[in-house]
Nanobody
Framework: QLQLVESGGGLVQPGGSLRLSCAASGATLNYSGIGWFRQAPGKEREGVSCITVGGGTNYADFVKGRFTISRDNGKNTVYLEMNSLKPEDTAVYYC??????????????????WGQGTQVTVSS
């Protein structure tokens, strides 16, 4: 059974960068779309980015141009490079198996098991 573990979060100043990792174990993630989601205190979980089996990438409007998702099938890992971070990016970030739905709008559908997530805090 595929298990995903997030890492790489931390405290960063506004305008800073972080790279999150989503490491898979138990099975290969090569045949699955992977989505990054986030949940801020008092808010619902929302989709941030998604990468398809073929490497196609999709983003929520609020991170376009700032975040980049990628996958390294050889390392069984998906990454989320986050630049120009804003205080409103503060949240727990999760990776999960997902269908990268983009029509009629970006709305990835998670179907795997949720992990513990990794905390990202953007503050001066």
């Amino acid at each position: 059974q595929l298990q995903l573990v997030e890492s790489g979060g931390g405290l960063v100043q506004p305008g800073g960068s972080l790279r999150l990792s989503c490491a898979a174990s138990g099975a290969t993630l090569n045949y699955s779309g992977i989505g990054w989601f986030r949940q801020a205190p008092g808010k619902e979980r929302e989709g941030v980015s998604c990468i398809t089996v073929g490497g196609g990438t999709n983003y929520a409007d609020f991170v376009k141009g700032r975040f980049t998702i990628s996958r390294d099938n050889g390392k069984n890992t998906v990454y989320l490079e986050m630049n120009s971070l804003k205080p409103e990016d503060t949240a727990v970030y999760y990776c999960v198996q997902a269908l990268c739905v983009t029509k009629p709008r970006f709305a990835p559908r998670a179907f795997g098991s949720w992990g513990q997530g990794t905390q990202v805090t953007v503050s001066s």
